[in-house]
């Protein structure tokens, strides 16, 4: 079936630090990937997607390219800020018979320091 | 505005009770769910409805009933609350069955 693996948090940085998140999918067929960013207390946000291989996903500084021949997903982000700090979800989406079912990562804590 | 709300945002509850959390999008989306995020965090899909169809149904027990009274409004209903069903519970809806998913607030439920 289908898996995503990150790497575990939390990821501690400086403001203005390069950011690099790991991801990696297992899956059948052709998956999209996602990355969701959930801040304290809220829901999930969508951040980018890339729906085919070497598609490169980019919203707010955030940036992603979809790696099918290493099967990754990795985020990235040149200068990040303290209002960065939340929990990112690397998610692949495999079009089953019944419908889009999300696949999530265990999520990575980011927290950004002055 | 336009989004996906639930309610409650908390709910704490005894063992054995019954209980529903209600979402509602105004997207107009064909396709909603429900997930569930445990206290590590994970997130796991438990339900899908497209146009009030019952599309994904992951293996959760059947104490958890979902409910699409329209295309608009994703309800899920909890017979016999147990310890372990303590989490955060998130709806999401989509465009149609294979587009991104954009999710609502959440819902804190405690059972003691």
């Known amino acids: 079936g289908n898996s995503v693996t990150q790497m575990e948090g939390p990821v501690t940085l400086s403001e203005e630090a390069f950011l690099t998140i790991n991801c990696t999918y297992t899956?059948?067929?052709?998956?999209?990937l996602f990355w969701y960013v959930q801040y304290p207390g809220e829901g999930l946000q969508l951040l980018l997607k890339a729906t085919k291989a070497d598609d490169k996903g980019s919203n707010k500084g955030f940036e992603a390219t979809y790696r099918k021949e290493t099967t990754s997903f990795h985020l990235e982000k040149g200068s990040v800020q303290v209002s960065d700090s939340a929990v990112y979800f690397c998610a692949l989406g495999g079009k089953t018979g019944g419908g889009n079912k999300l696949t999530f990562g265990t999520g990575t804590q980011l927290k950004v320091e002055l | 505005d336009t989004a996906v709300s639930q309610t409650p945002k908390y709910l704490v509850t005894q063992m054995g009770n019954d209980k529903s959390i209600k979402c509602e999008q105004n997207l107009g989306h064909d396709t909603m769910y429900w997930y569930k995020q445990d206290s590590k965090k994970f997130l796991k899909i438990m339900f899908s409805?497209?146009?009030?169809?019952?599309?994904i149904n992951e293996t959760v027990p059947n104490r958890f009933s979902p409910k699409s009274p329209d295309k608009a409004h994703l309800n899920l209903h909890i017979n016999s609350l147990e310890l372990g069903d303590s989490a955060v519970y998130f709806c999401a809806s989509s465009h149609d069955r294979y587009n991104e998913q954009f999710f609502g607030p959440g819902t804190r439920l405690t059972v003691l």
């Open positions: 409805y497209n146009n009030k169809e019952l599309i």
């Open positions: 899956a059948t067929g052709y998956p999209s």
